[in-house]
C-alpha cells in the first residue's frame, strides 16, 4: 500500500505484473479481495501504480517510503512477495551493488538500480525490498539467472525513482517527460548521427537538420538516395560530451517540458550551438 486518500487507496507496482490485464484483483492479508483499476503506468521504468476502493472495516496503513540513496553494499534487506504462488513469503539478504543499469520492457535503461542476494523468483516482481527499520527501499523487479529462478542475482528499482514517477502517474496517468524530437545514431567518428527530425517538433522548429534525399541521375536512370552525411552531428547538449543515445536521452529526461538545452552539432565541418525548447512526450 503506497498511500490513502479520501477512501481510496494507492499501490505501486511493476508495469510489467499488470501489462495486458483486462481485470486486476488485490488480495489483503485476511483474504479480502478487491478489484482494482491501473491508474498509470511507465514503461520507462517498469512501475504501475493501481487505486482500490477497499472495504470500510479493512484498516489500510502506507507503508512507509525510505532514502535509497542511503544504501549501501553490505546493508541487510527484506523482501516481499509472492513466489511461485505462495504469498506473504518474506527473504533477506544484502545489498550486493549498487548504481547497476538494467533494460526495461521498452528497451531503454534503468539506471541506479539496487543489486541484492535476497531471494526473488517469479511472482516477487512489484513487492518491496525493505531495510531493517521497514521502509521500502527498492520494488523488486528482475533476477538474473538462466532457469528464471533464484541464483542469488536479484535486482530492485529504488524507492527514489519511484519517488518521482508516483505523484506524476497520479496526477496525470503517465510521466510527462520532455520531449527533444528526433533520432540518432551512434557516429563512428563519435557523437551522435541525427537520423530522423520530427515535423513540427522541438528539433525540428530549431532547425537541426536531419539526412536529405538526394536526386541522382545516370543517362535514363534516376533513383533517390538518403545521405546521412548531410545529417547534423550532436556532440555535446549544454556543453556536456554525448556517445550514445541514453547518455543524450538521460540528460534530456533529467530536464522539464519548455525548458531549454543547447545541442552543439557539427554541420558542414562548422561548429553550432543551437537552443532547443522541449516539449511534452506524447510517448507514455
Known sequence: MLKTEAGDGYILTNHHVVRGASHLLVTFYD?????????????????????????????????????????????????????????????EGI????????????????????????????GNSGGPLLDLSGKVVGINTAIFSGTRQSSGISFAIPINIAKNIIPQLIEHHRVLRPELG???????????????????????????????????RYGDMEWRQMERGFADLIVAVDNQQVNSIDTLMSYIESKKPNQVVTLTVVRANRLLKIPVKLTVSAQD
Request: hydrophobic content about 40%; charged content about 20%; glycine content about 12%.
Open 95 to 122: 545489498v550486493s551493488s549498487i548504481g547497476r543499469t538494467i533494460k526495461s520492457e521498452n528497451g531503454r535503461l534503468i539506471k541506479g538500480i539496487i543489486q541484492t542476494d535476497a531471494a526473488i523468483n517469479p
Open 31 to 91: 483474504g479480502t479481495t478487491v478489484q482494482a483499476s491501473l491508474v498509470g503506468f511507465d514503461a520507462h521504468t517498469d512501475l504501475a501504480v493501481l487505486k482500490i476502493n477497499p472495504p470500510k472495516n479493512l484498516a489500510l496503513s502506507p507503508i512507509p517510503l525510505g532514502d535509497s540513496s542511503e544504501l549501501e553494499v553490505g546493508r541487510r534487506v527484506l523482501a516481499i512477495g509472492n513466489p511461485f504462488g505462495f504469498d506473504r513469503t518474506l527473504t
Open 182 to 216: 528526433l533520432d540518432a545514431i551512434p557516429d563512428e567518428r563519435g557523437g551522435l548521427r541525427v537520423l530522423r527530425v520530427s515535423p513540427g517538433g522541438p528539433a525540428a522548429q530549431a532547425g537541426i537538420q536531419g539526412p536529405k534525399i538526394m536526386v541522382y
